[in-house]
């Protein structure tokens, strides 16, 4: 039996549904001892309880009443940790396989590597661990443990591949390092060594722990003359000329130029060349570095600074620093230097949809109409932001291709188990479980079977899921699974009381969270529109809004009505220019204000968004720009892609 998902967001044919319930048909199956779901987990949550409080005895006497209940197998995975390091390298072997459609089965070896250590019991530990683990913690113990186990060669060669870090290594390594030393193989070069990575990781901390453990006198002074320099960077010329020619010095000072380069990159310029001599640097090493400052001196203000550095990007590899002299051509709105640099840009570069668009707008400005209309009408019909442009630079139609997908019950079915598991922690309202478990399933299965899981994840209404699913199963031109319709009511509230299109409300969602309620990114941003809390602290201040703490922000309600505000104070201060507020609400107003500073007004909307120096900002914006074009079409609204204040405002 085969069905289609067609593009409509509003129907689910009726055939779905008899599907979905033959796949669905067994999910909430209960134990003969259980009289019914709710009564299983109720008792899930009591052996929770016993676990919390290490009691497996009172486990095990539950056990056999939630042994059909999907989720049972999260406490006999607590349970079998508790005490972990009793149990032989073949229990956890046997559990690990056991249990590999769970994703706890990949998190088992790291604390049982770490019981055995505390034990020391280096035996079991290598009969256990036969190769090198991941995480240097773990990798601390397994050489340790061949050392412990007569393995020393092996285990010194484990303790030297370690130490050479920038950063601190893991209290783990402590012994191991100390049977090294002991052997006399942590000599004064390999301390040297390390302080070297410590001046390119930045770290002043290690570079003084590490200059007071060498002993030789000519040891001491190449770290005193080392860390002289990290301290000093401006005397890198004294230092390239009055050190030999040779790799343990030609590393400090390449080091020690780029950090004047970040202090004074006009001082780094003037003794580039001259170290550059002293120190005999290989041509691809001299490049390199020049390649450094270059960079910091896009923006420069000096026509003789920008002289060299032009000089030394034309002779670059680069790509990504040739990309930003195109970028700087387009802020200085100097077409035929946009020319000039693209043709300069490696060949994989220029054939790029992104080059190949500024190369027509290029030769449009410069005269060859014919050649820049016939470049920009190869562009149309793509599904890019740069084809979007081309149409509206010739006045074409936006045009890009559209796929479907069908469903086929047989691909996921032997998936039930995990799709049950699923169901059942997003119900209860594990959602960081649940998620873990689709990563896991995921990561386990074809590309046709993720696409099937995607289908079905629609139909289940697993917003997050969907997307995740059609990313990793790259089906780019499959709109409806790639852009969910999650939480429209209130997209629409939010939008109608500030006047925002809801759309952009939820493209702005889709493209911070790809529509994870309980989304956190690394620096803290939370929820399905990635609230900074400070910023959400802020927002609710100013216009008066209930708001009790960072908790909030993954309720989905309140979390889009504290980004509706903040977006719409963007607007209000921009204008209602989408541009600059998206910008904005991802950068920092103040970023922004930068950039236009530099831009100075001469710019049209879509050379801005190109100028834009930071690869996530940039893509940010156009990719927001891009997703309501795709819900646009999706939910048959009317809109343009830029309305005609930003078309006509000059950046």
């Known amino acids: 039996m085969m069905l289609t998902f067609s593009k409509s967001l ?173 052997a006399g193989l942590r000599s004064d070069e390999q301390i040297l060594q390390r302080m070297q990575l410590a001046f390119e990781a930045r770290n002043g901390s290690i570079m003084n722990y590490l200059k007071k453990q060498v002993e030789s006198r000519p040891a001491k002074q190449k770290a005193t003359d080392m860390k002289a320099l990290f301290n000093k960077p401006e005397t890198v010329a004294e230092f390239a000329r009055s ?47 020049a390649d450094y400052l270059s960079f910091r001196l896009i923006n420069t203000d000096s026509d003789e600074l920008a002289n060299w550095r032009d000089s030394k990007i034309k002779t670059s590899n680069s790509g990504v620093l040739i990309e930003r002299r195109v970028r700087l051509a387009i802020q200085h709105v100097d077409w035929p230097g946009v020319k000039q640099w693209i043709e300069v840009l490696p060949e994989d570069k220029q054939s790029t949809i992104r080059w190949q668009y500024w190369l027509g707008r290029s030769e449009i400005a410069t005269g060859e109409q014919v050649a820049g209309q016939q470049r920009l009408a190869r562009l149309v019909g793509q599904r890019n932001f740069y084809s979007v442009a081309a149409a509206k630079e010739i006045k074409r139609s936006i045009d890009y291709p559209v796929s479907m997908v069908q469903l086929d019950k047989k691909a996921i079915a032997p998936f039930h188990s995990s799709l049950v598991r699923i169901a059942e922690l997003i119900e209860r309202d594990k959602i960081a479980a649940a998620k873990s478990e689709w990563r896991w399933l995921l990561n386990r299965v ?122 719409k104070g963007l607007l209000d201060q921009y204008d209602n220019n989408r541009i600059f507020a998206l910008a904005a609400y991802n950068a920092g107003p103040h970023r922004v204000k930068t950039w236009r500073g530099r831009t100075q007004g001469k710019l049209d909307a879509y050379a801005f968004i190109e100028a834009i120096p930071f690869k996530e900002t940039r893509g940010y914006v156009q990719n927001i720009l891009m997703f309501e074009t795709y819900y646009r079409n999706l939910l048959g609204e009317d809109g343009a892609f830029l309305d005609k204040n930003e078309m006509t405002t000059r950046y």
């Open 243 to 289: 050190h030999p020619a040779e790799p343990f010095y030609q590393q400090q000072v390449i080091q020690g130029l780029k950090k004047l380069a970040r202090k004074d990159v006009k001082q780094a310029q003037k003794v580039f060349d001259s170290v550059v001599t002293a120190q005999e640097l290989p041509e691809a090493e001299a490049q390199i570095l």
């Open 446 to 567: 074809d590309n046709n079977q993720k696409e099937m899981l995607a289908a079905y994840a629609s139909y289940k209404r697993w917003h997050h899921l969907t997307v995740t699913a059609s990313i990793e199963a790259k089906m780019w031109d499959n709109l409806t699974l790639r852009f969910p319709v999650a939480h429209r009511w209130w997209f629409n509230f939010y939008g109608d009381k500030h006047g925002i299109d809801p759309i952009t409300l939820m493209s702005l969602a889709r493209q911070e969270s790809g529509l994870d309620v309980e989304a956190r990114s690394p620096v803290g941003a939370r929820g399905i529109m990635q609230i900074m809390p400070a910023t959400a602290k802020y927002t609710a201040r100013k216009y008066q809004l209930t708001y009790q703490g960072t908790g909030d922000l993954y309720e989905v309600g309140k979390n889009i009505e504290i980004g509706s505000h903040y977006l």
């Open 10 to 182: 509003h129907r689910i044919p009726s055939s779905v549904l008899t599907l979905a319930s033959m796949v669905c048909s067994a999910s909430y199956a209960t134990s003969a001892l259980a009289t019914n779901l709710q009564e299983q987990r109720n008792i899930y949550d009591q052996v929770q309880d016993y676990l919390d409080d290490k009691d497996v005895a009172s486990y095990q006497k539950l056990r056999d009443k939630i042994s059909d209940y999907s989720l049972t197998p999260y406490v006999d995975y607590r349970a079998f940790l508790i005490d972990i390091g009793d149990r032989s390298p073949q229990e956890v072997e046997a559990f690990i396989q056991d249990h590999q459609d769970f994703p706890f089965s990949g998190r088992i070896r790291a604390p049982y590597i770490s019981s055995l250590a505390k034990q020391g019991d280096w035996k079991r530990l290598l009969e256990f661990q036969t190769v090198e683990p991941r995480g240097e913690t773990y990798q601390c113990h397994y050489y340790n443990a061949l050392y412990q186990q007569g393995k020393s060669e092996q285990a010194f060669q484990g303790a030297e591949k370690l130490w050479h870090s920038g950063h601190s290594i893991a209290d783990a390594c402590d012994s191991l390092f100390e049977a090294w030393d002991k």
